[in-house]
């Protein structure tokens, strides 16, 4: 038999954690998505012979990509 008080506490837990799962990858997904569109770029340029253009431009749209999912799945949050 379990006490009455460790039941509630444990579903407080659950539902806590099932509640800031959406956000737990945010940051590893922004990260990903930079490091991505950085490497990207990078092998562009080495390909094209065009030094930082395609690095620049590839890091500023993956980073542009991040914060829309970011804010997208954010708002989506929000509205619960």
């Known amino acids: 038999m379990r006490p009455e ?4 506490s444990a579903r407080g837990w ?5 509640e800031a ?3 737990l990858g945010l940051g590893t997904t922004l990260a ?3 490091l991505a569109g950085l490497g990207g770029g990078y092998w562009l340029d080495g390909r094209l012979g065009t ?3 395609f690095l620049l431009l590839g890091g500023m749209l ?3 990509a991040g914060l829309y999912h ?3 799945t954010v708002a989506r949050l929000q509205k619960r």
Do not use: E, I, N
């Open 70 to 72: 970011f804010f997208k």
């Open 5 to 8: 008080g460790s039941r509630g």
């Open 62 to 64: 993956a980073l542009a």
């Open 14 to 18: 659950t539902r806590g954690l099932r």
């Open 51 to 53: 030094r930082p253009v």
């Open 32 to 34: 990903v998505t930079v």
């Open 21 to 23: 799962a959406p956000l």
